[in-house]
């Protein structure tokens, strides 16, 4: 497990090379873009990042991450940090950057023990391809994760049974899922437990409820939350940085930004099917070795979906994925 204790962010030796400078050893809490919160022990210090961060990490939208171990130098002037360099990782949780620098990663944050997606059973509706995309980049980074369905609340009688198939499509998967309700306090006690001494990143889009969640186990915390559009039916984005959060009972949460699509990166086509546990067992089954369960005949994996070993949802999201992925690959060429 991951621990983030002020015992882990003492000072550390001053530089050789220049007795007169103070080095400490922090953890990035919050980034807002040029800036970032590093703790160390009960302080926090505003610092900026080196500019040949930047410059070395130029497919990385972000080279700082929430999370992140770094060593800083003080600037007793103001009290702000330099961060000199960046420690390296246990995992990360990146996706594929959006919008103009579309195709660089975007790490979301770093040395977490589990990650967390919560989707709603409405307002917005349920994306099961989001949450398949999700548990791929987690599989990547070898990252535990887990599913929160929120707003139970909400739930109609006729809805419920479509709410169960889910829960026990991932479930029976081996993911630990949890029903809640920050409105009506439900779910809250198993959730906290969950949290509970470890450092969990919370992710999903807008309007799910994450950061009303949060503030339910946890108070304090006061974290902004918003409203769903009536027109769209899509949150708004409240949370506009990630921020990682201490737990009164032991523990750190991140909060992230909504994100409405979740790019996955990093996988080679014929290696998906690999990081997606209910097609793992049949890949070495089909006719040809090269078989990229799409197409091809005398394929194991359609066969399975065909008489209901795989959920036909869990399938088209391998689809979804694998042709993002097979297009990102023809660009490279």
């Given at each position: ?37 590093v703790r160390v022990g009960d302080q926090v ?15 990385v939208t972000n080279p700082v991450a929430v ?36 195709g660089e990663e975007h790490v979301m944050v ?224």
């Amino acid at each position: 497990m991951v621990s983030l204790h002020s015992d882990d962010l003492r000072m550390s030796p001053p530089d050789t090379n220049d007795t007169t400078e103070t080095q400490l050893e922090g953890v990035v809490t919050r980034s807002t873009g040029s800036w970032y919160d590093v703790r160390v022990g009960d302080q926090v210090i505003p610092s900026r990042a080196r500019g040949k961060f930047r410059l070395t990490k130029q497919n990385v939208t972000n080279p700082v991450a929430v999370g992140d171990r770094v060593t800083i130098r003080l600037n007793d002037e103001d009290n702000t940090g330099l961060i000199l360099s960046i420690h390296d990782r246990t995992n990360k949780l990146s996706r594929r950057a959006a919008g103009h620098r579309r195709g660089e990663e975007h790490v979301m944050v770093s040395n977490v023990d589990r990650a967390w997606i919560v989707q709603a059973v409405k307002r917005p509706q349920f994306n099961p391809a989001f949450v398949d995309r999700v548990l791929v980049a987690t599989a990547v980074n070898e990252i535990p994760a887990g599913l929160i369905i929120n707003k139970i609340d909400l739930l109609t009688e006729e809805e419920r049974a479509a709410v169960m198939d889910v829960h026990l499509r991932y479930a029976d998967l081996g993911y630990p899922v949890i029903t809640t309700s920050a409105t009506e306090n439900l779910g809250l006690a198993r959730l906290e437990t969950e949290l509970k001494d470890q450092v969990s990143v919370i992710t999903g889009p807008s309007g799910t409820g994450k950061s009303s969640l949060l503030n339910a186990i946890e108070p304090g915390l006061d974290v902004e939350t918003g409203e769903v559009s009536e027109s769209t039916r899509k949150g708004t984005h409240t949370t506009t940085h990630a921020e990682l959060h201490p737990l009164s009972v032991g523990g750190y949460v991140v909060d992230t930004p909504g994100i409405r699509e979740f790019g996955v990166r990093d996988i080679h086509p014929k290696d998906l099917a690999h990081f997606f546990p209910d097609l793992r067992p049949y890949v070495n089954e089909c006719k040809f070795p090269d078989c990229t369960h799409d197409h091809e005949p005398g394929c194991a994996i359609k066969a399975a979906v065909d008489r209901d070993a795989i959920h036909p949802a869990r399938y088209e999201s391998y689809l979804r994925i694998l042709d993002s992925l097979q297009e990102e690959e023809e660009q490279r060429f």
